[in-house]
């Protein structure tokens, strides 16, 4: 491992499937040194490194990212400043307090600003859902440039240092606000430091809200409903059929209140997408993030795709009727997790939440 | 076993937890025959009788029904005229074709008319929903007295031939229409038939519909919101709580939607009882039976709780967002358990439903 690829220095946070692509595509590309977090599989991955069979890059073997990490605390207690920290983890705000996106970059926030309080750090969010700068506007003082990711992917770790990308890579970079200089130069460069010519796909977003408010279109309406009942997409629509079926009753009106809340902050999502997220999802036999993350017995990521948009929508005054309902039956089969996980206590004998 | 009770005849079909003990009830009143249709556990019953532990009756032992038989078809090929066929089973029309209502009755209806076509038959159904009446109605040219039973009660049986009752039974019976003097007479009758004065609580329903609509308010906002994930009714409470909470979001607006579908007709349920309800079940940590149902891998009521309601509703133009989402979700589910019974086959290929 060595320094000797470019001036910047990335951190990627994250290495399941997702992660670890995006790693190794930053170091595929040599313009930047690549440190990644690896929690559960981190002597395996020091040892061997990983395995990659990749649509993009074919098959990579013992690939090592520059440095390697068990968390951020040890990444901090260098002298490394990461220009770019890139998150590729679930958001998940209401699981454990340690594991929300603040609580994770601390460290590496707190020793940028030791290292150079007059360099800017750059925080590449590449996850889910509209809102999830707030978190980080909130919590730190010092201002971070807030970079916005969205990624269209199928990677999947099979095992220790295994990983297999069966769907292209597909990411769309941009400022989440788009008067923040800073947060536009970095997203630029990070576009440039990400491409690998005719491999992955890659691209500068001009209006990130926007394109975060139309992938909650699918992800509100059909990624839920796929939790909460378990089943492909497909089996969704064709197992509650008739008038008052699948698509009219529940994918089309959620996707109709998402619609109206985006509109109630000025942002236009044609009613053609609707049309379009129904049709390229009927046929393909697949079971979304949220479906996935739920039969695994994880948490799933409610609030950044469902709460915050309800909470606009409570504010603007757009009424959810739809969205409501799936909210609040996904947030008891979100509860029913913690509890499980003995995040959340409950007292039979009271018939209420433990303190 | 002998004739010596009395001289009507009724026949109990299904002896689960709930059909013992009104068979039991019946048998123990002393004022007619009573036979039972016994499926799984029938050699045991034949032999050694049931053993019931009854918050009602006490400790039972060895209690045998005066006849008992496999199914329909081996009680019809006898000379014996039942002038009650009561039904306790769960009623799911969408289900196996030979488990409907119509279907497992068919065969005493037949002989009924054989032996006997100026006697009048009197069908009680002791189940949930609404609009259970009309399959039977459809079904049969000989015109029958179709009866209403409504049931509270708490039983289980354990084991073949033991059967748990910790919840006091209080049946209501009435005619499904008032203006059939038959059924009005039978209902009548009957009630007089299964009382065990100081034991059991048996009462006439003069307005079964009401009694119905009523019952519903329950089965159709709360029965199917614990079914759908799972939980017993506080959790179901406490575990989607804040303004988009659980009562505010799902168990209030569904009762709402079935207090305006009942109104459409005519009948007028109060809005206190909504609050009856959910503040009946707040306390109480338990699973309703759509919940036990389906958590069993067994089918639910989901047609006659809540697809009944929701033609009516469509039949009458009552909006109903909420149960029309409840009711998709529901629906899902049913078929996921239809297609694990084999009951519905999903082609992954066409990503359709098979033929």
């Given amino acids: 491992m060595n320094g000797s690829h470019g001036h910047k220095s990335c951190i990627v946070i994250g290495a399941g499937g997702v992660g670890v692509i995006t790693a190794y595509s930053l170091f595929k590309a040599q313009k930047c040194q690549v440190s990644l977090i690896v929690r559960s599989d981190y002597d395996h991955v020091v ?25 951020t605390q040890d990444a901090a207690a260098g002298d490394r400043f990461f220009d770019y920290i890139v998150v590729t983890t679930k958001n998940i705000p209401d699981g454990a307090a340690e594991n929300t996106v603040s609580q994770v970059i601390r460290p590496l926030v707190e020793s940028n600003a030791r290292i150079d309080s007059t360099r800017v ?29 969205v990624q269209l992917i199928a990677s999947t770790k099979l095992a220790p240092g295994i990983v297999h990308q ?52 699918y992800n509100a309406a059909i990624n839920t409903t796929t939790a909460l009942v378990e089943l492909d997409v497909p089996r969704c629509l064709e197992f509650a059929q008739g008038s008052l079926g699948t698509e009219h009753t529940l994918f089309r009106p959620a996707m109709q209140e998402i619609v109206a809340i985006a509109a109630s902050e000025g942002i236009t999502l044609g009613e053609q997408l609707i049309d379009f997220f129904v049709e390229i999802t009927r046929n393909l036999v697949y079971k979304p993030s949220m479906c996935v993350d739920h039969e695994k017995g994880q948490l799933m990521e409610i609030e950044v795709i469902v709460g915050n948009p309800l909470r606009i929508a409570q504010r603007n005054g757009v009424p959810t009727p739809t969205l409501n309902v799936i909210y609040t039956l996904i947030k008891m089969l979100q509860s029913k997790t913690k509890e499980a996980q003995g995040l959340l206590k409950f007292d039979e004998k009271t018939a209420r939440l433990a303190q």
Same sequence: chains 1, 2.
């Fill in 47 to 71: 040892q061997e490194g990983y395995n990659i069979d990749s649509c993009d890059y074919g098959a990579v073997k013992e690939w090592k990212p520059h440095y390697a990490y068990r968390n």
């Fill in 121 to 149: 750090t750059c925080v590449v969010l590449v996850q889910n859902g509209i809102d999830i700068e707030k978190e980080l506007q909130e919590e730190f003082d010092h201002p971070l440039a807030l970079v916005s990711g």
């Fill in 166 to 217: 069966k769907g292209k890579d597909h990411l769309i970079v941009g400022a989440f606000d788009a008067m923040d200089a800073h947060a536009v130069a970095g997203a630029r460069e990070f576009v440039e430091m990400y491409r690998n010519e005719g491999q992955n796909h890659v691209e500068f977003d001009a209006s990130t809200r926007f394109t975060r408010w139309k992938k909650l279109l």
